[in-house]
């Protein structure tokens, strides 16, 4: 710092004195002829009272930068600031500003002090404006005006000069903070505008150098190596500088062992032989990461880091995506300054090198973090990716939680022979870990250490990895913590012991394994208690997968043995219905339950009535005939006169349900409600109640008629010459016209002769569109459509007939042959092909 330089702590005090003179009102004399100004061969310029700013180069353009505005090194710092005058012999103290060590096109060699050539300080002058600071050439011997300045001792600062332009009175070079150099007027005053600068010998620039700079070259001499203290205080660099720069005696070992404790960041020190070693980039870069402490620090790392990032630490991976996926506040800025865009820019980044940097870290780089930690940073990962993320990010983002959740696995796992020290499992990191994505390829190593974390466990505490393991679907991980559940209950009361299963199935429980345990206790439990823990494991998703002789048909089959049901509540019984209808293992309880259902279904409103109408359709094949009929009629009775006020997804469900019980007083019912409201259908849907209704209702309904005068207006609406086309999905696949065309077929071949038009008109819409989508029917819809169009088929009668009974019999031939090619059936196929 400045104040620990002696040479830094001099120049300091000087300009301080100044200043404080210059606030009392004391200035220099002003001279009454105007001498030459004196200035070093070579110097460094800085902008009074900016001890840390020196005017630099960089390309063309000038800027005042201080040391951490720049990643380089010293020599790369301090090169672009050597500057020097040439001096111009016809106005006192006229000069040019010149770049040392830059060149122009016809230069052989750098310009160096007291040679000609270079790059100057340039600008070009409007009235009343600034001007940008340039480097340009001039000419030997030529006039221009636009690189000459008269060099002037500043009115107000002894130490100080300025430059005024020498083509234009009153514009002089300035400082403008944070870092602009500009030519400004002297009269458009600006806060912080600073005209006087300092002329600093370039020889004096190894004052500016830091302790860190002397010592970091002995360490990169000598890579990854310990060195003791001895050597470095017998290297002549760091002898020299504590000579010349710091002017005090040399360091004891004691000394530089507090230095290399105190920076531990580049550091690595062992007090126990007082060495050091010099840390290569990416563990600087690490150590800067672990010891962050804020957004701010981490985002400024991981910007301006390079190829270092993919070679980052385990500890310092998991710091940065600790801070890097906090939240800004509303303004969009945090208590670093940071702005989103670039909190965004460096999420995204450390999430590309996080893949390659933990992949490659070594084992030994886990036992310096936790697995808290991990999971942490695994349950982070996701904030680094933001909005709008594109595939490739969150391809990267899956693959890095996978293996920080490998690493938490490994902490739990290692073996003796590993360099990781184990880490025994706990239940809430178990929770955590099952949470992660890719879980099921983990849990063959996670099944040997689970048994002490869910020994002592109490049993609601095994509910969240219950949870947990059921959903990322880690069956033998579930089966293992449901297991050690149960065990927990042998001793329990049945109805205690019953209602601690139902918990487990709700958070996930594998069905089976609790219905086996149920049966155990089923005879011990009421009716009630019994109903609703069947209920509960028909809704547990793992019941679909039950084997058909195993314990969850038995416990249907128990519960179908204490029909009739009577008493039990109607949502349960409805409960039951549903699940029975879907569950094959529930099975035998189906009718048992429905009957019981229908009984209790006085107070039901509509949807209820609409749920027990698709078991009953679901389950029929469970269903005695008369049963099934007895259950129809009453939901028909209690939904027909609701139909006007059921959406028309429920109406096409009743069509459906109802279709092969014609003479139900509901499908008829149905029929009208369709006619009334066919605008109402979607295609989707009125295709479907157009098949339902053609399976239930006789060839010459009236609504049959109606629904065949409806189709063409609507097919025309969605065929691609209509003004009212659009892409949506309400579009019918050709596949669902043919589907369409077999479904109207028994009516059309039963049409009396005053619906001809009626007909005539159906089959010339519908045709004309298959004709356009032929190529995309499938071959089985093909071959359903073909006799359609045939003698007396149903489509016979358009006009098109014979086209698309061409183009579909020849398509199908060809596909023929390219099958037959295929399969090296047909060389003589080959060569007619290769003739054609």
């Excluded at 060590?101 to 404006?129: C, E, H, P, Q």
């Excluded at 620039?205 to 060195?227: T, Y």
């Excluded at 020190?269 to 990461?289: G, K, N, P, Y």
Aim: charged residues 25%; glycine residues 6%; aromatic residues 6%.
């Amino acid at each position: 710092g400045i104040l620990t330089n002696p040479a830094k702590r001099e120049r300091y005090d000087l300009q301080r004195d100044v200043v404080n003179k210059h606030r009392r009102g004391v200035v220099p004399t002003a001279p009454k002829s105007s001498a030459k100004v004196p200035v070093p061969k070579e110097f460094m310029m800085q902008p009074f009272g900016h001890l840390e700013r020196f005017l630099r180069v960089e390309g063309k353009r000038m800027h005042a930068q201080a040391r951490q505005d720049i990643r380089g090194s010293f020599d790369e710092f301090f090169s672009a600031t050597k500057l020097s005058l040439w001096w111009l012999p016809d106005v006192n103290n006229k000069c040019r500003i010149r770049s040392l060590g830059s060149r122009t096109k016809v230069d052989k060699k750098s310009a160096g002090a007291g040679t000609a050539g270079g790059l100057n300080f340039s600008f070009r002058i409007k009235t009343g404006f600034e001007s940008e600071v340039l480097l340009a050439s001039a000419a030997k011997g030529k006039k221009s005006e636009n690189v000459d300045f008269v060099v002037k001792q500043s009115p107000e600062y002894q130490q100080a000069v300025r430059f005024e332009t020498a083509c234009r009175r009153g514009y002089y070079l300035a400082f403008l903070p944070p870092s602009h150099v500009r030519i400004v007027p002297l009269l458009n005053d600006e806060p912080g505008r600073v005209l006087d600068f300092v002329l600093v010998d370039f020889s004096a620039s190894l004052n500016f150098k830091d302790m860190e700079e002397v010592l970091l070259p002995v360490g990169r001499a000598n890579p990854g190596k310990h060195l003791p203290m001895s050597q470095f205080r017998d290297t002549l660099e760091v002898k020299t500088y504590f000579e010349t720069v710091l002017h005090r005696p040399l360091w004891d070992v004691e000394d530089f062992a507090t230095y290399f404790e105190g920076h531990w960041i580049d550091w690595e020190f062992r007090a126990e032989d007082q060495t050091a070693r010099l840390r290569s980039a990416e563990e600087r870069l690490s150590q800067v990461l672990r010891s962050a402490q804020g957004m701010g620090d981490v985002a400024t790392a991981v910007a301006f880091a390079d190829g270092d990032l993919d070679r980052i630490s385990v500890a310092g991976a998991v710091q940065a995506v600790r801070h890097l996926s906090g939240e800004l506040d509303a303004e969009g800025n945090n208590g670093d300054g940071l702005s989103q865009s670039d909190l965004t820019n460096a999420r995204r980044k450390l999430l590309r090198s996080l893949r390659s940097s933990l992949t490659a870290a070594p084992k030994e780089d886990l036992a310096k973090v936790d697995i808290n930690q991990l999971l942490g940073a695994a349950e982070q990962v996701p904030a680094l990716v933001g909005e709008e993320p594109t595939p490739d990010i969150l391809e990267l983002r899956s693959e890095v939680v996978k293996v920080l959740s490998q690493m938490a696995v490994t902490k739990v796992t290692a073996c003796k022979e590993d360099d990781v020290t184990s880490t025994e499992l706990q239940l809430e990191d178990l929770a955590r870990l099952l949470r992660q994505k890719e879980m099921q390829e983990q849990e063959q190593a996670l099944l040997p250490v689970l048994e002490p974390a869910l020994d002592g466990a109490e049993l609601l505490s095994l509910h969240e990895p219950l949870r947990a393991a059921s959903w990322r679907g880690c069956k033998r991980v579930a089966e293992a913590i449901t297991a050690a559940a149960l065990a927990k209950l042998a001793a329990a009361e049945a109805d205690a012991s019953v209602d601690a299963m139902v918990e487990l199935i709700y958070a996930g429980a594998p069905a089976e394994m609790i219905a086996v345990a149920f049966l155990e206790r089923g005879s011990a439990v009421s009716l009630l208690v019994f109903a609703r823990t069947i209920l509960a494991l028909g809704t547990c998703s793992s019941a679909v997968e039950a084997p058909s002789k195993g314990g969850l048909r038995a416990a249907a089959e128990m519960l179908a043995a204490k029909a009739p049901l009577e008493g039990l509540p109607g949502e349960i019984l409805l409960g039951l219905t549903v699940v029975a209808a879907k569950i094959p293992a529930l099975g035998p309880a189906f009718q048992a339950v429905a009957e019981a259902a229908v009984l209790a279904a006085d107070t039901w409103d509509a949807d209820d009535f609409m749920k027990l109408l698709l078991s009953a359709a679901k389950g029929k094949g469970l269903l005695a005939e008369d049963v099934r009929s007895a259950i129809l009629r009453k939901i028909g009775a209690a939904l027909t006169p609701k139909l006007a006020d059921l959406s028309a997804s429920n109406v096409v469900k009743i069509v459906l349900a109802v279709s092969d019980q014609p003479a139900l007083d509901i499908l008829e019912a149905a029929a009208k409600e369709v006619t009334v409201r066919m605008s109402d259908f979607s295609p989707q849907h009125l295709l479907l109640v157009t098949q339902g209704l053609a399976k239930g209702l006789v060839r010459i309904h009236p609504a049959l008629l109606k629904l065949l005068e409806y189709w063409p207006d609507l097919l025309a609406r969605l065929g691609p010459t209509s003004p009212d086309f659009t892409s949506s999905t309400d579009k019918l696949l050709p596949d669902q016209l043919v589907k369409l065309a077999i479904a109207t077929g028994p009516w059309l071949e039963a049409l009396p002769d005053h619906a001809a038009k009626t007909k005539r008109r159906f089959v010339e819409v519908l045709g004309a569109q298959l004709l356009d989508a032929y190529r995309e029917v499938s071959d089985a819809n093909a071959a359903l459509l073909l006799p359609k169009l045939d003698g007396n088929g149903a489509l016979a009668g358009y006009s098109g007939c014979a086209a698309l009974r061409g183009k579909l019999r020849h398509r199908s031939r060809s596909r023929e042959r390219e099958i037959r090619i295929e399969l090296g059936q047909g060389d003589h196929l080959k060569k007619r092909k290769k003739r054609r």
